[in-house]
């Protein structure tokens, strides 16, 4: 049981537009600390995809954006390809474990 | 260009200890709120982060397994170790060493190494 909630699975078709999102609680999102999220695709290491809600590192294209909401968070990915078939994460700090805690995971498909 | 490596065994037995190294480069300890931890991943489960020391040795565990986790770093030698006791079948994952940022997030990460528990 992750301290962070995603949905398992989301999927589109090329060219659509999909949101991921990420529910915590009061001692990690709700308390103001960032959110990040990452990529990881198959076989792969993660890769930091967006970092305090809403920065995209040098390299990831614009099609990936972040948002947040109270004690939520989400990833948007507009213009689906391929090769964004991937697992996403979000990840966060929580000061009632005083460590990062990351999200179940959500597996995108593009259809 | 940070890059972090891990290395260690591939298979440990029951009840023995793992002991992992992360050897890095091209990025300085000395800043605050940088660190480097450690995050694990089960076969076909979710992320877990386990430990992470600071740019000034303060060192943060999980708690769920922070009785069987030691991390420690010689800068020297541009390395961090980490050591976890009592390994069990369930402890059976890929292992990451990362690099973590004043703002909290994981930048850069090494490939992984995965480490089977099995007698």
């Known amino acids: 049981q992750s301290v962070l909630t995603q949905p398992p699975s989301v999927s589109g078709a090329p060219g659509q537009r999909v949101t991921i999102s990420c529910t915590g609680s009061?001692?990690?999102?709700?308390?103001?600390?960032?959110v990040h999220w990452y990529q990881q695709l198959p076989g792969t290491a993660p890769k930091l995809l967006i970092y305090?809600?809403?920065n995209r590192p040098s390299g990831v294209p614009d099609r990936f954006s972040g948002s947040k909401s109270g004690t939520s968070a989400s990833l948007a990915i507009s213009g689906l390809q391929a090769e964004d078939e991937a697992d996403y994460y979000c990840?966060?700090?929580?000061?009632?474990?005083?460590?990062?805690?990351f999200g179940g995971g959500t597996k995108l498909t593009v259809l | 260009q940070i890059t972090l490596k891990e290395s260690g065994p591939t298979l440990v037995k029951p009840t023995q200890t793992l002991t992992l190294t992360c050897t890095f480069s091209?990025?300085?300890?000395?800043?605050?709120?940088?660190?480097v931890g450690w995050i694990r991943q089960p076969p076909g489960k979710a992320l877990e982060w386990l430990t992470l020391?600071?740019?000034?040795?303060?060192?943060r565990y999980s708690p769920s397994l922070k009785s069987r986790l030691t991390i420690t770093k010689d800068t020297s030698k541009n390395q961090v170790v980490l050591t976890m006791t009592n390994m069990d079948p369930v402890d059976t994952a890929t292992y990451y060493c990362?690099?973590?940022?004043?703002?909290?997030?994981?930048?850069?990460w090494g490939q992984g190494t995965l480490v089977s528990v099995s007698s």
């Open positions: 009061s001692s990690n999102i709700g308390a103001g600390y960032d």
């Open positions: 091209e990025f300085s300890f000395s800043i605050t709120g940088v660190g």
């Open positions: 305090g809600y809403i």
């Open positions: 020391i600071y740019w000034d040795d303060d060192k």
């Open positions: 990840q966060s700090y929580d000061s009632s474990l005083s460590g990062s805690v």
């Open positions: 990362a690099h973590r940022r004043s703002d909290g997030s994981w930048d850069r």
